[in-house]
């Protein structure tokens, strides 16, 4: 049985401190299964009580093996099963009680009661947070929301949440504010990532279309993988374009 403790950051031995990894190490240990997760996700994921990385004296966190194979298991659980984040917690917390609590089907979440899955036509449900949790998490008010959801830079879901990624945007948003870029300033990046969008989606819409469930399933597993791909690809033009190459 997976053991996913919390906090597994050592007990202050040399040997344990040489175990222990910077969130950088991290990430990029990660990348490999989860190219899309960020930094930005890790912090999101100990704000909401899934991790316990270590502190150092100065506040940086430092992560043990442990501390990596249970971010694993939760972005397993949020990518394969669309878990929220609440049961994500709970069925952890089971897993430290020595149970052995059961997931749903991949790609697909239980109804509530009955055990019965949802009807094909209605999809999974995407992990997503309130918008106090998104608040809290990007640590930002009121006023910055609403003008980046004027700038389309984040948008609330119909039931008012907000999916995962959306901590991402904003800590990014965030972040670039630092250095003077202002929401208005990034309505040409959203413009051409919903390009980017649309061409991802044009060709794995034949495959969204199909009859066959495992080949509609397969057409989430080719948009993250295309996703990740363009991700890159970008990143890769605009390091070409300012004659630098990042870390």
Do not use: C
């Not at 506040?59 to 397993?76: A, C, I, M, Q």
């Not at 907000?162 to 800590?171: F, G, K, L, N």
């Amino acid at each position: 049985m997976l053991q996913t403790p919390r906090g597994g950051a050592g007990n202050g031995t040399a040997a344990a401190d040489r175990r222990l990894m910077s969130i950088g190490t991290v990430l990029n240990q990660l990348r490999d299964e989860f190219p899309e997760v960020t930094i930005s996700k890790i912090r999101f994921l100990e704000a909401e009580g899934l991790i316990e990385p270590q502190r150092t004296p100065s506040g940086y966190r430092k992560f043990s093996p442990e501390d990596v194979e249970r971010l694993g298991h939760v972005l397993r659980m949020q990518r394969d099963h669309y878990l929220p984040l609440k049961v994500i917690r709970e069925h952890l917390e089971a897993l430290e009680r020595g149970e052995r609590p059961p997931l749903p089907p991949l790609g697909r979440q239980r109804e509530e009661g009955d055990g019965h899955g949802r009807d094909e036509a209605e999809g999974p449900t995407a992990a997503r947070v309130g918008r106090d949790e998104l608040l809290a998490a990007a640590e930002i008010d009121e006023g910055q929301l609403h003008e980046w959801e004027a700038y389309g830079l984040v948008a609330p879901l119909p039931d008012g949440g907000y999916d995962a990624e959306a901590v991402t945007v904003a800590s990014l948003v965030v972040e670039l504010g630092r250095f003077g870029i202002e929401p208005r300033h990034l309505r040409a990046m959203k413009a051409a990532a919903e390009r980017e969008a649309a061409l991802v989606d044009a060709v794995v819409a034949p495959l969204r279309r199909h009859r066959n469930p495992q080949t509609r399933a397969h057409a989430e597993a080719r948009t993250r993988e295309l996703a990740g791909l363009t991700g890159r690809l970008h990143s890769a033009l605009v390091q070409t374009a300012l004659g630098v190459r990042l870390p």
